[in-house]
């Protein structure tokens, strides 16, 4: 256990320092930009420790998960859970119960159903920037109208837009959906830009990113179903 812990300590250490650098570089403030520690698959332990460690903010894809982890997650002070995997309507009033961030929202019936849950709820638009058919997220012709639905819900809190680029071993080949979220957030006067994962999270910070979710370079390979050794 302390083994892990001290590994799981210099990861957060190397990633705060990789996080710190691409800011100066590309001339920002490091504290500009939010880790949010991508915990999905991992048990409720990891957040614990992640949190002992000093973070705050934990990114979760799937709601039903984060329902059986929650109980030994719950009070742990000032940490923040973001819900960054789809969301289907029939699940919006329990992930309201669950996050504090909702960074999926990709449509307006999403939307009334997240505001009809009566919490106040922070919540960005995933934004799809590119053709594969797989990928959730709204059209970028569908913005202004969604962006006006989200803004007409008294709970909802719209602080910026998401996405999740076509995968690839190389983030220049990310970097200009990176680009294309900062333009449109920067056309619709949004401020927060959550972009960038393990293998991209610098370009990510030097095109703009506010919130970077990262989750192999924390805590390892993601093993599901596998006992720890
Ligand atoms: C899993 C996941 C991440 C983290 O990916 P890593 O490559 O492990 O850092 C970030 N964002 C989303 C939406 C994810 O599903």
Redesign the pocket.
Known sequence: MAAANLSLRERYHQVCDRIERAAICAGRKPGEITLVA?T?LFPAAAIREAHNLGLRDF?E?YVQEFQRKQPEAAGLAGARFHL??HLQSNKASIAAELFHVIETVDSAKLARRLDAASRRLEVMLEVKLSAEDSKSGADPESLPELIESVRACPNLQLTGLMT?PPWSDDPEQTRPYFIRLRKLAEQFQLSGLSMG???DFETAIEEGATLV?????LFGE?RPRQDPP
């Open positions: 991508v999905k990114g894809n960054i995997g999740i994962m393990s293998g979710r990262i989750g192999t370079a993601r």
